[in-house]
Every structure is written in structure tokens, then in C-alpha cells.
């Protein structure tokens, strides 16, 4: 996610994200961690999505058996 990204989702302007990691980066990381945490949460996601397609897959070629 780009900083313009960021700062749509958060209803600010790029330059206030830019400050953030200027004069407040305590802010600015914590900032970051959230939105890192989140593509990592959507990421699971999207693994245990395909998890079980696989597991459905292995389990329909076992009863064609």
C-alpha cells in the first residue's frame, strides 16, 4: 500500500502521513503495524481459502475411488 493509499484509507492528506514518519514515529510505526497486520489477516485468509479448495479437491478424488 502506498503512502497515498494510506492516507486515503485514513482520511488524511499524504503530507500528514509524511509528517507522521518525520516528527512522530512512535505514530507512523504503529501506524504501519496496523496496516501490516491487516495484509497479513488478509493474506490467512486467502490461504485457508485455498486450503479448502485443496482439501475438497483431495477429498472428491478420494471418493471417485
Given at each position: 500500500?502506498?503512502?497515498?493509499?494510506?492516507?486515503?484509507?485514513?482520511?488524511?492528506?499524504?503530507?500528514?502521513?509524511?509528517?507522521?514518519?518525520?516528527n512522530?514515529?512512535?505514530?507512523?510505526?504503529?501506524?504501519?503495524?496496523?496496516?501490516?497486520i491487516?495484509?497479513?489477516?488478509?493474506?490467512?485468509?486467502?490461504n485457508?481459502?485455498?486450503?479448502?479448495?485443496?482439501?475438497?479437491?483431495?477429498?472428491?478424488?478420494?471418493?471417485?475411488?
Amino acid at each position: 500500500m502506498t503512502q497515498r493509499d494510506m492516507a486515503g484509507f485514513l482520511d488524511v492528506d499524504v503530507k500528514t502521513i509524511r509528517n507522521w514518519r518525520k516528527n512522530k514515529p512512535n505514530l507512523y510505526k504503529i501506524i504501519m503495524q496496523g496496516f501490516a497486520i491487516e495484509e497479513t489477516i488478509k493474506k490467512a485468509e486467502e490461504n485457508i481459502t485455498e486450503l479448502k479448495e485443496i482439501a475438497q479437491s483431495l477429498n472428491k478424488r478420494k471418493e471417485e475411488r
